[in-house]
């Protein structure tokens, strides 16, 4: 079913404030915890942070992810909410000990999907998606901090409907575990700032697109001097530089986000130079459940990046990233035809799908761009044309043979005053094919077609011609 999700997704609506942070870097120190590994780990170490929509996603103090089985825990409930999906639990009896004891199992299920996943549970590394299907988690669900830890990217893969991953690199020393949802809008669907769900993704060359990477974050009340209370968040970030990418200061967005929904922004311009690691402080006026964190380059003059192969390489493992993502170009109604690399940049042709004779607006084409830049994780130069359909048939002929795998031999008619054209036509039905009859619109199917009927079709992308044929994809076809 085509789905209109031009207009991007929104759930709700929350008041937030601003602070502008000023004045200079502080020195925090941290305590240490006991890890499930055995080692000591110090407090709210932000060990593989998340990444959605450009904005590091962090989990202060206790509630901050760790690894089991090699396998990033994250807490279920705060992790529903920066994906925009949310947790139902059922209860259910257990006898132990002649005793009869209630335990809780979950479902987690994204906004606007049928995905889900369900049958989380304490101590069982196994879960149950698409309504009946068991899978292995890989690491065991268990409570901590006051909620259900659970495995990110197992979680993530059942969910596969909905959310892309993937392990990024971030820095010299750094990854981040990127979470996509590239045409629907439910990434920290809590936090209502235009930035946040339309960012300006840094460019892909640039060896350091994120000059600060948080590694620590904290949070303690505090007292103010005005006899109000406070939550006091810590970061820790490490500095990165880029080949020939000098900034000549930093942007830090802090946005603090409750377990309500409520939100406080912190702003601070930072000088681009400094020790390996620094610490920022900031205070919000309640307990963040979770933190978004972007830090952005500013420069004078804009940094000279590598061109020639070095470029073209990075744009084509750019275009195997968003090329074959089907489900992405059709929840806009779009069909991929062809995509071309050059060192100026990726021309990416579509089309409307077949039955739709309406040309592609531009917002669609303004959409599909930013689902691609969210794909990749960078932005570069991506030129979006539309393919349009010819107002004449290009084939008007007989079907001559129809083989197992639905492609269809077309022998042209001879116009009068033409020589016969002795190559036949080769069509390879696209996914999308419209099938109709001159006499209505009403949709056919391939099964409808049959040896000796008179059709008139359109192709898709370009001719391929060899001595015996000319092969096209074909995107419509009329019978006579």
Known sequence: MLLS???????????????????????????????DSGERTQAGKQLIPLLMNDQFVLFPGDKAPYLKNNKLMVPLHTFADTIGAIVTERTYPVVQQNKTM??????????????????????????????????????????????????????????????????????????????????????????????????????????????LIPTVLTQHQVRLSSGASANRLSFTFEREEGYGERPSSITLSIIAVDKNGKTATSIKELAPNGDLTRTVVTDVPF????????????????????????????????????????????????????????????????????????????????????????????????????????????????ITSIDKSGRITIQPDRLEGEEADSLVWLGTPDDDLYIHSTSHETGLIPSDLKVGMQVSAWISGETLRDTDAVHVQLREIIVQ
């Open 5 to 35: 999700v031009i207009a991007k997704h929104r759930r709700k609506i929350f008041n937030g404030f601003v602070v502008i942070m000023v004045g200079g870097v502080l020195t925090v120190s941290t305590t240490s915890v006991i890890a």
């Open 102 to 211: 209630m335990k809780s199992s979950y479902k987690i299920r994204p906004l606007v999907s049928v995905d889900e996943v369900g049958g989380l549970r304490e101590g069982i590394a196994s879960a149950i998606y698409g309504g009946d299907m068991g899978y292995d988690l890989l690491a065991a669900p268990e409570y901590r901090a006051g909620d259900l830890y659970v495995p990110a990217t197992p979680i993530l893969r059942g969910l596969r409907y909905s959310y892309s991953y993937e392990t990024r690199t971030v820095g010299r020393n750094h990854t981040a575990l990127a979470v996509m949802d590239p045409t629907f809008d439910r990434l920290l669907s809590q936090v209502i700032i235009r930035d946040v769900h339309h960012p300006a993704y840094p460019p892909i060359m640039s060896d350091a697109p994120y000059p």
């Open 287 to 398: 307990e963040a459940a979770y933190v978004l964190v972007r830090a952005t380059p500013n420069f004078q003059s804009e940094p000279v990046y590598p061109f020639g192969y070095t470029l073209k390489s990075k744009l084509s493992q750019a275009v195997a990233k968003f090329y074959g993502r089907q489900e992405m170009f059709s929840d806009y109604g779009l069909h991929p035809v062809d995509v071309r690399v050059s060192a100026q940049g990726i021309a990416l042709t579509v089309r409307n799908f077949a039955w739709n004779r309406q040309p592609v607006t531009n917002e669609a084409f303004k959409a599909l761009k930013q689902s691609i830049y969210e794909l990749v994780g960078r932005s570069f130069s991506l030129r979006i044309v539309e393919e349009a359909r010819n107002e004449q048939p290009d084939v008007t002929g007989t």
